[in-house]
C-alpha cells in the first residue's frame, strides 16, 4: 500500500519516507521485518531520490534488527544517528532558551540526577528551587519519576528485566565488573545472550566498558554512568516511606554530601572532552580509568580518574564537588604524594605525573597547593 501510494504522487522529485518508533511496528506475527525487507530490497531501492529513515527508541531493537541485521536488510544502512544525551553546556542551552535560569552549581546537582535527558529536564519548574523540584519529581505523592526506572526499560530494551538487572548489579561498585562477573552474579550465560544486554546498555549511553588502568585489554570492565540510574537505584528504589519533602529536609546531611562527591566523578566521567580541552590536550589520544592500589596490608589507595595520554604524561586526577575554593592542607598533601609514589612503578619509564584537580570553584593557593600542576573548574565542563 506505501508503494503504491508513493508511486501515485511520484512527480520525479524526491521521495522522502520517515517511520517514527519503528520498533512498536514489529508486533507479534505480524511479520513486519519481511515486509520492511521486501518493501526496501523489492522496489525502494531501485528508485532514484528515495529515502527512508526510521527511528526508534527501542535500541536493543534497533541493534539486533537493523544496524546488526543478518538477513535482507544486511548492508543496507546509508548512516546512523545516535541520539545521546546532553552534556553540561548543552544542558545550560537548553534551560536559557526556556527562560529557566539557576547557577552553574545547581545545574551540575541537576545533571547528577537527571543527566543530560531533556524529557526529564522538563518537568522542572521555573519558580521552584532545585530541591523542591528533585522532590515534587521523585518524592511526592504523585511524583512524575517515581516509577520511571522500570518504564524506561521497557520501553528501551526487549529483554527489560535482564537488562535492568545488569544495571542494578553494575550500580553495586563505581569501578564497574567485568563480564565474567556479572555472568556469575545474575546467572547469564556468558555469550551472545550478555553480549546483546551489554551492547544495548552501551549503545543506550547507561554503560561505557573501559579497561581498568594497568590491567590487560581483556579485564575490560563495565561502569554505569547513567546518572538517573545511579540516583534513583540510591534514593528511589526502596525507599517508599520517605518523607514528600525529602531532598529539602536532608541537603546538607552526611549521605547527601558523600553522593554528591561520588556523583561529581560521573559527571566528570560523561565529560573528560570538556576536561582535555581545558587541559589543553583535546588533540591527544587518551585512555582514561579508575586505579585502585592495595599498599601491603593497608587499606590502599583509589584515584577517581587516570588519563593516560599518547604524549608520555598520565593526569592523576582528584574530584573534590566542594561549595567554596578546595585547600590542600598538610595531611591531604601527603596522601597525593603517597598516591604519585604508588603509581609511579606502574608508568612507562619516563612517563610523568601531572597532578590534577577537577573541582567546582578553583584552588585556594597556599603551601601545598602547588602540589597540583593542573586545576579544572566547574566552568571548564560547561564548554562544548
Known sequence: ??????????????????????????????????????????????????????????????????VNNHGGLYGRLTYQIRLSPFSLGECEEYFESNNFYMSRYDMVQSYMIVGGIPYYMGYMKRQNSLAQNVDEMFFSNDARLRDEFSRLFASIFDSPERAKDVVVFLSRRSAGYTRSEISEH???????????????????????????????????????????????????????????????QN?????????????????????????????????????????????????????????????NVVNMCEIKFYNDLFTVDGSYYRTLMHRQNLLAPHLKRGAGIHNTLITTYGLVKNAYSGIFSNVVTMDDLFSN
Not at 191 to 208: E, H, K, P, Q, R
Not at 253 to 263: H, I, M, N, Y
Not at 279 to 290: C, E, F, K, N, P
Request: with cysteine.
Open 1 to 66: 500500500m506505501l508503494s503504491m501510494a508513493l508511486q501515485d504522487i511520484d512527480d520525479g522529485s524526491r521521495q522522502l519516507v520517515f517511520l517514527d518508533e519503528l520498533p512498536w511496528m514489529d508486533t507479534p506475527r505480524s511479520f513486519f521485518m519481511t515486509a520492511l525487507e521486501g518493501f526496501w530490497n523489492g522496489w525502494a531501492c531501485h528508485r532514484p531520490g528515495f529515502m527512508l529513515i526510521v527511528c526508534g527508541s527501542a535500541n536493543s531493537w534497533i541493534l539486533d534488527k537493523l
Open 186 to 248: 545474575l546467572g547469564i550465560s556468558n555469550g551472545s545472550t550478555l553480549s546483546s544486554v551489554l551492547n544495548a546498555l552501551i549503545a543506550s549511553d547507561f554503560v561505557i566498558a573501559y579497561v581498568p588502568f594497568g590491567l590487560s585489554k581483556r579485564q575490560v570492565h563495565y561502569k554505569l554512568i547513567d546518572p538517573f540510574c545511579l540516583f534513583y537505584l540510591k534514593f528511589v528504589e526502596g525507599h517508599d516511606s520517605l518523607a514528600d519533602d525529602f531532598w529539602l
Open 251 to 311: 541537603l546538607s546531611s552526611q549521605a547527601l554530601v558523600s553522593w554528591r562527591g561520588l556523583a561529581f566523578e560521573n559527571v566528570c566521567f560523561n565529560h573528560v572532552p570538556q576536561i582535555k580541552k581545558a587541559l589543553g590536550i583535546s588533540g591527544v589520544r587518551t585512555s582514561q580509568s579508575a586505579w585502585s592500589k592495595r599498599d601491603g596490608d593497608t587499606e590502599g589507595t583509589q584515584i577517581d580518574l587516570l588519563i593516560s595520554r599518547m604524549d
